[in-house]
């Protein structure tokens, strides 16, 4: 999505490159987090690798064999680190950038969901055109996915910038993939995850005004994670949301349960950046990342936590 000047937790940003954090998003242990835990906190800033910064930070992918995180920023920039994760980030090494390149090159990637299949070949979706493809880890794009018709036709979506936003590898339904926004006009709390092959799973998102999908991941019992925003403007409530969707409890109309996992909101003292990516890193573990608008003043956020059994 492209952005929002919003609330803004204060932070200096000293040289270097990662920074741990002193708890971003405290309060912590608030009962309505209780199905929660966060691990671990980090503020990245990083100097130009390759001509390209790192900015603007719209989705993440762990693959756990070879301990590779990979990010996508909205320019289309690639980025490349080393993670270890256990009780804290135990490392995280920047090792590399690029810009996204493919034969037919395009002037601009407005790139916004990225996941891994699981013989770990990353996928990559855009906004301002709807499309998936592979994508190499030297940022070449190749091999887009076939989409539905619905998907297919930009005019099923509220606007060019409100089209693929999460992304993920399902073990059985394959890529999954949301719109910021509904499609077909419907109320923005009307919410569907797609299959590439025609499936679709309904459910009831929040109902703060203008909330969206910014991210999705598959949990370990094989249901989604979803990662959502709702910011109306300066005046109003900025919250971040975190649910869990049961694919398996649906009925006939495919509208199918789901359950609030922990709700961050700017007028309850929590300090909320705008967090669009998402990623499994383990068991019942996950990192949501943050996109700083391309702005000096702004943190981008990487915030470790675990799911509560």
């Not at 359950?259 to 950046?273: I, R």
Request: proline content about 3%; glycine content about 4%; aromatic content about 12%.
């Amino acid at each position: 999505m492209k952005k929002l000047l919003f609330f803004i937790p204060f932070y200096l940003i000293l040289t270097g490159c990662s920074l741990q954090s002193s708890m971003i998003l405290s309060p912590q242990n608030t009962p309505e987090q209780k199905k929660i835990t966060i691990l671990d906190e980090r503020v990245l800033y990083y100097p130009k690798m390759n001509k390209v910064s790192f900015s603007e930070i719209s989705d993440l992918s762990y693959i756990q064999k070879t301990n590779k995180l990979y990010m996508v920023g909205d320019k289309g920039n690639f980025y490349i680190f080393d993670a270890y994760f256990d009780k804290k980030i135990r490392e995280l090494k920047y090792l590399n950038a690029f810009k996204i390149t493919e034969k037919k090159q395009h002037k601009s990637y407005d790139s916004e969901g990225l996941t891994h299949d699981d013989k770990g070949q990353l996928y990559i979706s855009f906004e301002r055109y709807p499309r998936i493809a592979k994508i190499n880890t030297k940022a070449y794009l190749s091999s887009n996915q076939k989409l539905t018709k619905e998907l297919n036709k930009r005019k099923h979506y509220k606007g060019s910038n409100k089209m693929f936003e999460a992304l993920t590898w399902h073990p059985k339904y394959g890529l999954l993939t949301a719109a910021e926004y509904p499609l077909h006009q419907k109320p923005n709390n009307q919410q569907t995850i797609y299959a590439l092959d025609g499936k679709k799973w309904h459910f009831t998102a929040q109902h703060h005004e203008n909330n969206a999908i910014t991210a999705i991941e598959v949990m370990d019992d094989k249901n989604l994670l979803i990662l959502e925003r709702a910011f109306a403007g300066l005046t109003k409530p900025f919250v971040i949301s975190l649910s869990k969707l049961y694919l398996d409890q649906c009925d006939k109309k495919r509208q199918c349960k789901s359950e609030v996992l922990a709700s961050f909101n700017s007028q309850e003292g929590w300090g909320v950046n705008n967090y669009e990516g998402l990623a499994r890193v383990g068991k019942n573990r996950y990192v949501m990342v943050s996109d700083n608008n391309n702005k000096s003043i702004i943190t981008t956020q990487l915030i470790y936590f675990k799911v509560n059994e």
